[in-house]
C-alpha cells in the first residue's frame, strides 16, 4: 500500500527593511503626486489595503532611484537567496532534516531571473547534496505557492521516502517602477511585499497533515488580468481587469471543479485557507465561498503584517493556521496569472 504524502514543515521569512504603510503613502505622493492627475483619490488605496507594514529587499529610498534591469535583478537575485536560505534553514531544522538528506528541490520564484537558479546558488551555503534533483519554477505568481507544494506533492508520491523541499520566494517589491505612471503601478506600491516560504513534504506515516488532493483550474480568455510586462527598466505589473469581481464570481466554479474530480464539494471542507491579495479579495472570496464575513481572519493578519508577497503568501497563512491546530480538512487556494486557480487539500494528522 501507497504511503500518503505528509506536510512535514513549514518555515517563513522574509528581508531586513521593513516598510510601514504611512511611509509607503509618503514616498508614494513624492513620486507620483506632480504627474498623475488622478494620485490623491487612487492614493486612498494605502489606507484601505488592510496593511500596515511589509518587507523589502531594499531600503524604501532605493526604490525611489531610477534603476534599470541589472540593478532590479541583482537585488532580486541578493535578496531572494538569502531568504530562500532562511526560510529553508528554519523549514529543515523543524522537519529534524538536515539539508543533505533532501533528495528534490522545487524552487517558485517569478520575481526576477536567476540562471543557474536560486537552489543552485544557495547549494554549497545550506549544504545540499551534489545529486539533488532541482525543479525550478517560474510564472506562477501568487498561485506559485499553493502550485509548487502540488508539485512537491506529487514528486514525493513518486518515490516514497524521499524527501521534497519547496521554497516559495519572491522580491515583489521591485516591480516598484518611479517610471510607469499607471493605475496598476501605482496601486502595486500599496501592496507588494518580500517573502519566502519553504515547506517539507514526503510519502511517510508522520507530518503535520497529509496531503489528499491538488488540482488548478484555468479559465480561457483571461491572460490580461494579471502578470508582468518586461522593459529595459524591469518587471511592470499588469492588473488589467478588477480582480475582485471576478473572484467572487468565478471561484467558487473553480473550486468546486477541483473538489469533484475526488467526489468531495464545498461542504466537505472545513476551513478554506486563501491567498490574501488584498483587503478587498478576502472579502470578495468569503462571500463567493459562502463564508461569514470574517471567517479568513488569518489572511487578513497575514496581510496586515506582511503585505501581498504573491507566491508565499497563502504559504504564510497556512504557517498561522498550523499553529492554531488544522480541523479535519483544510484547502489552500490562490488565483495567479493564467488566469488560475490553484487548490491543495490537507487532512489532519491522526
Known sequence: MQ???????VGTAVPPHVIDQRDAARASHTAFSSRFD?????ARVFETSGIRRRYAVRPIEWYLETSGWPERN????????AMFVAA??????SAGIAAGD????VTVSSTGIATPSLEARVSRELGFRDD???VPVFGLGCAGGVSGLSIGSRLAASRPGSVVLVVAVETCTLAFRMDKLTKANIVATALFGDGAAACVVRASETGLAEVELAGQ???PDTLDIMGWSVDPEGLGVIFDRAIPPFAETHVLKGVTSILARSDLAPADVDRFACHPGGSKVITA??????????TLDQEREVLSDYGNMSSPTALFVLEKLLAQGLPRRTVLTAMGPGFTLSCLSLTAAA
Not at 74 to 79: C, Q, V
Not at 102 to 105: Q, S
Request: charged share 25%.
Open 74 to 81: 541583482l537585488a532580486h537575485i541578493e535578496g531572494a537567496g
Open 217 to 219: 483550474h484555468t479559465w
Open 132 to 134: 539533488v534533483e532541482r
Open 102 to 105: 533532501v533528495d528534490t528541490i
Open 3 to 9: 504511503q500518503p504524502v505528509k506536510l512535514v514543515s
Open 285 to 294: 472570496l468569503e462571500s463567493a465561498l459562502k463564508l461569514s464575513q470574517g
Open 38 to 42: 488622478d494620485f490623491e483619490k487612487l
Open 88 to 93: 529553508a534553514s528554519k523549514a529543515l531544522v
